[in-house]
């Protein structure tokens, strides 16, 4: 398990601007790592009736910042303009 690398976090998280981006890979997270915090976010509901423990640590720290990052898209609305446009 390797620790997240730009690349990996632009491939993964297509909105992020360069402060999330470092925020991301300032927590020591792996890919693994990043990946499940996407999946508590667009799955809480089932993962918690799998019985599996909420999201601690690292993946803690991604949720909270992928959450912040949804929020931002969502008071831009659907034309993306603000800090969480797309990185080209």
Not at 35 to 43: F, G, K, V
Not at 47 to 70: C, F, H, K, T
């Amino acid at each position: 398990m390797t620790r997240l690398s730009r690349d990996d976090v632009v491939k993964a998280v297509d909105r992020a601007d360069e402060v999330t981006i470092a925020q991301i890979i300032g927590t020591g997270a792996t890919v693994e790592e990043l990946a499940e915090a996407q999946a508590w976010l667009a799955n809480d509901e089932p993962m918690m009736n799998d019985l599996r423990p909420l999201a601690q640590g690292r993946v803690r720290e991604l949720v909270d910042i992928l959450s912040e990052l949804e929020e931002e898209d969502e008071e831009d609305g659907p034309a993306g303009h603000g800090s969480a446009a797309a990185i080209s």
